[in-house]
């Protein structure tokens, strides 16, 4: 059963969950470094929870259940632990909380104290009748989860007795039968994932912070309500198990110095404690364990701020409730219930992390630069020592970083690379700007030279376009737009040059083909004679950038100027062709080629002269 939760987004990293996981439970994802729960290994002691300062750990929730539960006509008893008196010190009387637990519709509240009364006489019986075999205590449940997943081949030292709060839900079950609903009211995390041990027995736990949310949602105040008292069977001295020798006390077990009996308590211990009773033969007494130190100061209570004031209301509270005990009608409740099955059975679940190779660690020591470790260590990453800080870090529990000399040396470093890398950028910069100006100057220079080569083109006679070799316009002047027709006309008032328009949408197939001949063969064609929109045109394609960039010149040969051009050009070519000619033959004609020649120059001299005065 998960009972914890990480909200990934409060999450802030700072790795206080896993230095206080006593069980790895909590480990690095080495993928994309989140924090992640391995609940096969969770015992459910909530100091993730307690030592988290983002909240991004959660436990849980039990309060909608529990509302559904009082919501149905149903009958429903709330089971209440005795540590109740010092999660509420500001009630002056206990009937005040019990009132308020009654308006919330539960019709009974039973007290757990009379469990652990049953619990001590059965403790009782077995430490006191020594037979050689230690045992260790199991009312508390990290505990017992700890020693059947971390030391499972002791799980037969555990006393074999369930604990108060499941002794005392079997007692109201056999009083009020088996249709009840019976919800635990506990500051002990692990006990929502307890009950789930015996079925149904208990219906659900909710904390002491719910119980205090219970309260705020139906609106119930201690002068909201009356007096009221627990229901029977009333307990006695059990109402000092929040104490971590409590159930020592309520059974009268002489547990002083030299006694048989060791009680332990407190995370800081916990693990060690049971682990050296696992290891070390020499250890020849029974131990009285608890993770927190005592149930009053449990991770699910708000009122943890001083142990030595929980532990003096709890005295103050049960010193009251003991003084009001009909001490004969307790003893006959005890002997009506003394038949109750408490035996609880243990087993072992091995959940122990495979140790890594020796070769492993040492790698982990010298990156960290911690070869010649001390068994002492700063003990800042949270553990004894940095060899078993390298140890779970060649597990993958856990990241380097979590040593702190380690991240100071890797920041010193980092920090001289960050200064090296910020004067190369400087230089990069340097050279960035200057590279940006130059072509900042290129940029404007090649505005300049397309706005000359656009003024160029709107003044030469005839249509002139240029395409790259994707057939994209690149440019025309308006001689072209005019040359191609209406549909050409249109782009241009949307595209001024028909800049990007495709060359192959606005010419025949046979005039593209020219195009496509020059990109491909980087070959000029000249004077090419072909019709367009009615209009005779000659037409020269020539390369530009080879294979990239390609100009065409299209002249209309029905504009005068163009025409008599034509005409001059042509018939200088033809001087030349017939002066090749007549240099091969002049011996046969002699005198009759310069004549040709100079007959030729005539026309040429008659044709400009006769254009010049019809254009004056």
């Known amino acids: 059963m998960k009972i914890i939760n990480i909200d990934k987004n409060k999450c802030t990293y700072c790795y206080a969950c896993l230095r206080a996981c006593p069980t790895k439970a909590i480990s690095i994802n080495k993928k994309n470094g989140d924090i992640q729960l391995n609940n096969d290994l969770c015992i459910a002691c909530g100091n993730c929870y307690t030592n988290c300062g983002p909240s ?17 006509n149903e009958q429903t008893i709330a ?31 039973n007290e757990i104290s009379f469990g652990a ?22 009312n508390c449940p990290p505990v017992y989860d700890y020693v059947e997943k971390f030391q499972p081949h002791i799980v037969e030292s555990l006393i074999p007795i369930v604990s108060p709060l499941v002794a005392t839900a079997k007692v109201v079950r056999k009083l009020h039968g088996d249709q009840i609903k019976i919800v635990g009211i506990s500051p002990c995390l692990a006990q929502k994932k307890e009950i789930k041990r015996y079925g149904n027995l208990v219906n659900e736990v909710i904390s002491f912070e719910e119980l205090r949310e219970l309260f705020k949602i139906k609106n119930i105040y201690e002068n909201s309500v009356e007096f009221s008292e627990f229901d029977p069977p009333i307990g006695s001295l059990g109402s000092l198990f929040p104490l971590s020798r409590g159930i020592l006390d309520a059974a009268k077990i002489d547990h002083t110095p030299g006694k048989l009996i060791v009680t332990r308590e407190g995370q800081e211990s916990f ?56 001490s004969k009608i307790w003893e006959e409740e005890i002997k009506k219930y003394s038949d109750i099955e408490l035996e609880a059975n243990f087993n072992a679940n091995d959940q122990r992390i495979p140790e890594p190779p020796e070769s492993k660690i040492i790698e982990v020591l010298k990156l960290l630069n911690k070869e010649n470790y001390s068994e002492i260590g700063c003990k800042s990453c949270g553990y004894n ?9 060649a597990r993958d529990l856990v990241i380097p970083e979590m040593c702190v000399t380690f991240t100071l040396k890797n920041r010193q470093d980092f920090i001289e690379k960050l200064t090296s890398t910020n004067q190369k950028l400087a230089e990069t910069q340097k050279a960035l700007e200057e590279s940006e100006a130059k072509l900042r100057k290129e940029h404007e220079d090649a505005k ?31 001689k072209f737009v005019d040359l191609i027709g209406p549909e050409a006309a249109e782009i241009n008032e949307i595209i001024p040059g028909l800049v990007g328009a495709d060359i192959k949408s606005l010419l025949d197939a046979q005039i593209f083909n020219f195009f496509s001949f020059v990109v491909n063969k980087n070959e000029s064609l000249e004077n090419k004679d072909i019709e367009i929109n009615n209009k005779f045109v000659t037409l020269s394609v020539f390369p530009i950038k080879k294979g990239k960039i390609i100009g065409a010149v299209f002249k209309n040969l029905s504009q005068p100027e163009v025409r008599k051009e034509e005409i001059i050009a042509r018939i200088n070519d033809v001087i030349e062709k017939n002066l090749k000619m007549v240099q091969q033959i002049g011996f046969l004609l002699g005198e009759g080629a310069s004549e040709t020649e100079r007959m030729l120059n005539s026309i040429i001299k008659s044709f400009e002269k006769d254009s010049g005065k019809r254009n004056e």
């Open 117 to 138: 009364d049953l619990v001590a006489i059965k403790y009782k019986n077995i430490l006191e009748n020594f037979k050689g075999k230690y045992y260790i205590g199991s």
């Open 56 to 72: 991004a750990i959660s436990y849980l929730s039990s309060i909608n259940p529990v509302l559904e539960i009082l919501d149905k």
């Open 448 to 478: 300049e030279a397309i706005s000359m080569i656009k003024a160029i083109l709107e003044k030469i006679p005839s249509s002139v376009v240029i395409i790259d070799d994707k057939y994209k316009i690149i440019q025309s002047n308006q």
């Open 271 to 326: 693990k060690r404690d049971i682990d050296d009773f696992a290891n070390y033969a020499e250890i020849k007494h029974h131990l009285n364990i608890f993770y927190c130190q005592g149930c009053a100061m449990g991770p699910c209570t708000t009122n943890r701020k001083s142990y030595l004031t929980n532990h003096s209301l709890i005295v103050k509270y049960t010193n009251k409730r003991s003084s009001l005990i009909d």
């Open 79 to 109: 089971i209440v632990d005795p540590s109740i008196a010092s999660e509420f010190p500001d009630i002056l009387d206990y009937r005040n909380f019990v009132g308020m637990i009654r308006a919330l519709g539960f019709d009974y509240v």
């Open 385 to 393: 020592n940095c060899y078993e800080f390298a140890r779970d870090v």
